[in-house]
């Protein structure tokens, strides 16, 4: 992995999902999760980010023990993975698939009829805990309508609300803005901030790199089926390569002078040269330019952005749209 592991000395007791060389081969050889560790820290939100078909929902269905994996292990709240399943899950919301609901029931029988399958929770108090739930996701006004009349984004808080209906520690979303026209967007992103500063840990998958830079505090990034990046979002940050780029009508020169001063990755484009800084002060470099004689019509120095890093270690772009 590029950026970090899990910090030395720090405890499991730390990490809401921690796993270690999680693997998955389906039956046709394709390896879709391939020796991933993945360390979530508790009270995080985590965006767990990669292009379409990168190995995030397979991920996840191994972390949640729908599927089981080919290699590795994996603990959830610091509980061994699948063996204490029953004790862990009961602490853990999920939606991975869109829950089934029913389209002629209303958004409150829906929850009604999950509620009633959960057999470890008092019946008497079902109706405080869904009209909380309903009103969690900004639904209480809409609970008597039925569900196929509900927009995408009602869909989607609808069953973030089933998700809810017992206090949970962790919860585990896949792509839950996929599909969302702005306005949803914007409800379900709101909520995941709303539930997390309330102190769950949120895990959310998504393609768009725009949805971890506005929610998420760490980052883990999937490219081919393995975890090619895992950090705070604030720690990539710094580490981003400030880039100095210098305008002059002799370019050839400047590019001697840059590299004699051991700016790295110096490139020439027409009368621009530019090259990574790494720990030079960029007026050091101008003044060296000035003192060799090269004419600075231009000087401007910018950091790579996270999507020019998460480029590079990935060789793909991600739709920053949304
Ligand atoms: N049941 C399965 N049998 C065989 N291959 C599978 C199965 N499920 C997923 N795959 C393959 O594993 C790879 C990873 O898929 P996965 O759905 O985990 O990716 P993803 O990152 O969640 O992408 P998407 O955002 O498109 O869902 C894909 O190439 C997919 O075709």
Same mark, same amino acid.
């Given at each position: ?5 899990? /910090? ?41 980010l990669g ?70 929770? =008092? ?58 026209? /702005? ?37 883990g990034v999937m ?5 090619v990046a ?45 090259? =990574? ?33 998460f480029?590079?270690l ?9």
């Amino acid at each position: 992995m590029t950026v970090l592991d899990t /910090p030395p000395g720090q405890a499991p007791g730390g990490l809401a999902i921690s796993s270690q060389g999680l693997t998955k081969r389906f039956r046709s050889g394709q390896v879709a999760v391939d020796g991933v560790d993945l360390a979530v820290p508790t009270g995080s939100v985590y965006g767990f980010l990669g292009p379409n078909g990168s190995g995030k929902t397979t991920t996840i269905r191994l972390l949640l023990g729908l599927l089981r994996p080919t290699g590795g292990s994996h603990r959830i709240l610091g509980e061994a993975m699948p063996d204490r399943s029953a004790s862990v899950l009961p602490r853990v919301g999920a939606l991975v698939e869109g829950p089934a609901f029913h389209p002629y029931l209303s958004g409150v029988d829906n929850l009604r009829r999950i509620d009633a399958a959960d057999r470890t929770v =008092d019946p008497a108090t079902a109706a405080a805990r869904i009209e909380v739930a309903l009103e969690r996701v900004g639904l209480a006004h809409a609970a008597g309508k039925r569900y196929r009349h509900y927009s995408l984004g009602m869909r989607q808080r609808l069953g973030i609300a089933a998700t809810l209906l017992r206090p949970r520690e962790l919860l585990v979303l896949d792509e839950p803005t996929n599909g969302l026209d /702005p306005q949803g967007t914007r409800e379900v992103r709101a909520l995941l901030l709303e539930l997390a500063a309330a102190g769950t840990t949120v895990v959310l998958s998504t393609h768009l790199l725009s949805e971890v830079q506005q929610v998420c505090t760490h980052v883990g990034v999937m490219h081919r089926g393995r975890l090619v990046a895992q950090a705070p979002l604030d720690e990539l940050a710094a580490r981003s390569v400030a880039r100095a780029a210098v305008r002059t009508p002799e370019p050839a020169r400047a590019s001697q002078v840059l590299a004699g001063l051991g700016v790295a990755d110096v490139r020439v484009d027409g009368d621009a040269v530019s090259g =990574d800084l790494r720990s030079l002060a960029p007026e050091a470099v101008v003044a060296a330019l000035v003192h060799a004689g090269v004419p600075v019509r231009g000087f401007e120095v910018r950091s790579a952005d996270l999507e020019e890093m998460f480029v590079e270690l990935t060789g793909e772009g991600f739709d920053v749209s949304g």
